[in-house]
């Protein structure tokens, strides 16, 4: 099998390739080789011999492992983000068991919150928890564009979006992440399982993770959710996501009694600043801070030093956000550079041989019109009536019948997520503008006139579709 038939044959967490990744099940004369290799203190592959790599085990090793490993698993997620919690939840729903493998020891939370339109309630309905989360999170009833002086430049109320009333509500990621795997049967989620390297058997044979725990996990079908930064994205190939030459920092306010913010989506449109604030409830305010940054700093930091920098950014914004950031806890605060990629059809290998992608591993985009969290459960809908009937007729799926069904769901979601990440990068273009002159064009004529309800809300009004029907699925 060729590198070229097969890209990222076995990559490393570190993205440098080991070459030869064809597995084999007993020890031949190579591997005793290798055995020997490894006593003299040569491990022989890029990967295991990185200093500081905590899985320092050689191939031979490895291979030691998998024979102990005997069960290959049909699907295995990586990470379990609200994409990779949702397609397990999907799946789980029409009669597929998953494995999820979290890096983390807990259900990560960092964001603190998220918008979710109506798009996502249509997941949300589908996947059987959205009442649940309804409950504990108030409509968001208008979007409100203020300058930085809190002048409105332009307004409107959600229930007049075109196509009927958008829901809008904003939820506390814990909570999201929580509800989601609470339908899921118990061991489905694998924490502390950071997948740190991939192989496969066989060109179409079942996948191999190596873990940072030192297991190996194998698997018929991958599915890379793990995030804006994927190894799985990696190993097939595809670009890194490219920075928009903005970082985000988000937080969550605390009120002691009920506060006064008003249930909309507002932001405060400063140059090369923004300032967005949505209730979550009645006494807690999600907000986040969106700045120009010619280079990325680093994705996390001491909260104390995000505090600092976030107050220096309040500089002209009206007083009531400092008294925000004051009611912030510091655990809520986090801080992220702002990524997309644009897969465009043909350039980008979104799917492959049995392994596909989800949520910002496969479509990472810009925060601009809150659909990057939404569009990742909406991966789960689509994949769940893609794959879902292949694996539910149970057996021993053919690897073709799973690439066919891999192919449809990457060409669907692509089509629908490419236009929401361009739409979304534009939009950012225009808030994030920082020369003055152009500063008042855009609040002065742009804002008021071209920025429509139809701009901001087209794509919440995206249908993900049901689940496939179990009883006809079954068949
Ligand atoms: C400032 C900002 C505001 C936003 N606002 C909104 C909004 O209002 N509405 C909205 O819908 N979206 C919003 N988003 C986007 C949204 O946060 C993301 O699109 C969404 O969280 C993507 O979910 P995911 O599951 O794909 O990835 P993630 O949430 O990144 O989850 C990936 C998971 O994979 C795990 N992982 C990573 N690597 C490995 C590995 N090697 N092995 C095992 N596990 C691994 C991680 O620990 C993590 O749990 C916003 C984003 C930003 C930055």
């Given at each position: 099998?060729?590198?070229?038939?097969?890209?990222?044959?076995?990559?490393?967490?570190?993205?440098?390739?080991?070459?030869?990744?064809?597995?084999?099940?007993?020890?031949?004369?190579?591997?005793?080789?290798?055995?020997?290799?490894e006593s003299r203190g040569n491990s022989g592959n890029g990967c295991d011999s990185k200093p500081g790599n905590h899985h320092r085990q050689s191939r031979y090793t490895r291979l030691q492992t998998m024979d102990e490993t005997s069960q290959v698993h049909d699907l295995v997620i990586v990470g379990a983000?609200?994409?990779?919690?949702?397609?397990?939840?999907?799946?789980?729903?029409?009669?597929?068991?998953?494995?999820?493998?979290?890096?983390?020891?807990?259900?990560?939370?960092?964001?603190?919150?998220?918008?979710?339109?109506?798009?996502?309630?249509?997941?949300?309905d589908a996947l059987g928890v959205g009442d649940q989360l309804r409950r504990m999170h108030p409509l968001i009833t208008g979007i409100r564009?203020?300058?930085?002086?809190?002048?409105?430049?332009?307004?409107?109320?959600?229930?007049?979006s075109p196509g009927g009333h958008t829901e809008t509500r904003c939820v506390e990621r814990k909570i999201l992440a929580q509800t989601l795997a609470s339908v899921l049967p118990k061991g489905t989620i694998r924490f502390d399982s950071r997948?740190?390297?991939?192989?496969?058997?066989?060109?179409?044979?079942?996948?191999?993770?190596?873990?940072?725990?030192?297991?190996?996990?194998?698997?018929?079908?991958?599915?890379?959710?793990?995030?804006?930064?994927?190894?799985?994205?990696?190993?097939?190939?595809?670009a890194p996501a490219r920075y928009a030459g903005y970082m985000g920092i988000r937080g969550l306010a605390e009120y002691q009694e009920e506060h006064s913010h008003e249930f909309a989506l507002t932001q405060y449109i400063g140059s090369g600043t923004r300032i967005g604030i949505l209730p979550t409830s009645r006494t807690r305010v999600f907000w986040f801070l969106v700045y120009n940054k010619a280079h990325p700093d680093a994705k996390y930091t001491d909260p104390k030093v995000v505090k600092e920098e976030m107050m220096g950014h309040l500089k002209g914004f009206p007083e009531v956000l400092r008294d925000m950031l004051d009611r912030t806890p510091m655990e809520t605060l986090s801080r992220a550079p702002?990524?997309?990629?644009?897969?465009?059809?043909?350039?980008?290998?979104?799917?492959?041989?049995?392994?596909?992608?989800?949520?910002?591993?496969?479509?990472?985009?810009?925060?601009?019109?809150?659909?990057?969290?939404?569009?990742?459960?909406?991966?789960?809908?689509?994949?769940?009536r893609t794959l879902g009937p292949v694996l539910v007729h149970g057996g021993n799926p053919n690897p073709r019948v799973i690439?066919?069904?891999?192919?449809?769901?990457?060409?669907?979601?692509?089509?629908?997520?490419?236009?929401?990440?361009?739409?979304?990068?534009?939009?950012?273009?225009?808030?994030?503008?920082?020369?003055?002159?152009?500063?008042?064009?855009?609040?002065?004529?742009?804002?008021?006139?071209?920025?429509?309800?139809?701009?901001?809300?087209?794509?919440?009004?995206?249908?993900?579709?049901?689940?496939?029907?179990?009883?006809?699925?079954?068949?």
């Open positions: 099998m060729s590198k070229k038939e097969f890209p990222g044959n076995m990559i490393s967490n570190y993205g440098d390739e080991i070459p030869g990744s064809q597995v084999r099940t007993a020890p031949s004369k190579r591997e005793r080789k290798l055995k020997s290799e983000g609200l994409a990779g919690l949702a397609i397990a939840a999907a799946m789980h729903k029409i009669g597929v068991n998953s494995v999820i493998l979290e890096q983390s020891s807990t259900l990560r939370s960092t964001g603190a919150a998220l918008t979710l339109w109506s798009n996502a309630w249509r997941v949300l564009m203020r300058n930085m002086q809190g002048e409105l430049l332009k307004g409107f109320q959600l229930e007049e997948v740190v390297s991939i192989a496969r058997e066989s060109e179409s044979g079942p996948f191999q993770l190596a873990l940072s725990n030192g297991s190996l996990v194998r698997s018929k079908i991958l599915i890379g959710a793990d995030g804006v930064n994927s190894v799985v994205a990696k190993w097939m190939g595809l702002i990524m997309d990629r644009w897969n465009l059809p043909g350039r980008a290998p979104v799917v492959q041989n049995c392994v596909s992608l989800a949520g910002d591993a496969f479509h990472p985009m810009t925060p601009n019109l809150g659909q990057g969290g939404c569009c990742a459960m909406e991966d789960s809908i689509a994949l769940a690439s066919e069904a891999l192919e449809e769901y990457a060409a669907e979601r692509n089509r629908r997520t490419l236009v929401v990440t361009v739409i979304s990068f534009i939009l950012g273009f225009l808030l994030m503008i920082a020369f003055r002159p152009f500063v008042y064009l855009r609040d002065n004529y742009l804002l008021p006139k071209f920025f429509t309800r139809t701009t901001f809300l087209s794509q919440t009004l995206y249908d993900p579709g049901q689940l496939p029907d179990t009883k006809t699925v079954a068949k």
